[in-house]
């Protein structure tokens, strides 16, 4: 069956890094274009960051543009955000979310991993 | 950037109709999908390009547009019917974004 496991999340300092991981199988990853996708604790979702099925193509929200990085590897079926200069506004859960094509609806959600910013 | 808003809550009895809103300026030039979000759980795509419910969603769930407003129906409200429910399109100007509504909490009494 179709699954999204999101990993990497961990307390972090603000000001440091991380970089989330997400494994796909059950579909064909290559064919899928992905998002991450947050939620703050007891608040809504925010869209993050778009990448296209081969990666040539990709988009962020202004509130993580030029901090935050997005990739793939479709050979390893993964998503990639590489994040930086982390602030606490950016303690959240994180998901990827894959759409079977661009700017389509989110088909595929992982469960999340959580990121906490704190000193 | 563009805006969607949607009530923070609704309310209704079991086995009545729910309605929920989101409203957006020219929200017709727009392909809205709606996402359930149970408590703990991830978000579930319920209603897709306004009114195409995905494969597995019951057909008491339908969508519509009209105006400046979205709006997903639930007919025949059950317990288990029970979430958070955010609308979503895709902008794009300047440049390409997803924009989420607020969210809806559905209470069923």
């Known amino acids: 069956q179709v699954q999204l496991v999101e990993s990497g999340g961990d307390l972090v300092k603000p000001g440091g890094s991380l970089r989330l991981s997400c494994t796909a199988s059950g579909f064909i990853f290559s064919d899928y274009y992905m998002n991450w996708i947050r939620q703050a604790p007891g608040k809504g979702l925010e869209w993050l960051s778009y990448i296209s099925n081969g990666g040539r193509t990709i988009y962020y929200a202004a509130s993580v543009k030029g901090r935050f990085t997005i990739s793939r590897d479709n050979a390893k079926n993964s998503l990639y955000l590489q994040m930086n200069n982390l602030r606490a506004d950016d303690t959240a859960l994180y998901y990827c979310?894959?759409?079977?094509?661009?700017?389509?609806?989110?088909?595929?959600w992982g469960q999340g991993t959580l990121v906490t910013v704190s000193s | 950037s563009y805006v969607l808003t949607q009530p923070p809550a609704v309310s209704v009895a079991p086995g009545k109709t729910a309605r929920i809103t989101c409203g957006g300026n020219n929200i017709g030039n727009y392909r809205v999908h709606w996402y359930q979000q149970k408590a703990g759980q991830a978000p579930v795509l319920v209603i897709n390009?306004?009114?195409d419910r995905p494969s597995g969603i019951p057909e008491r769930f339908s969508g519509s547009t009209s105006g400046n407003a979205a709006t997903l129906t639930i007919s025949r409200v059950e317990a288990g019917d029970e979430a958070d429910y955010y609308c979503q399109v895709w902008d794009g100007s300047p440049v390409h974004s997803g924009v989420f509504g607020g969210g809806t909490k559905l209470t069923v009494l």
């Open positions: 390009y306004d009114v």
């Open positions: 979310a894959g759409a079977v094509g661009g700017f389509a609806p989110f088909d595929y």
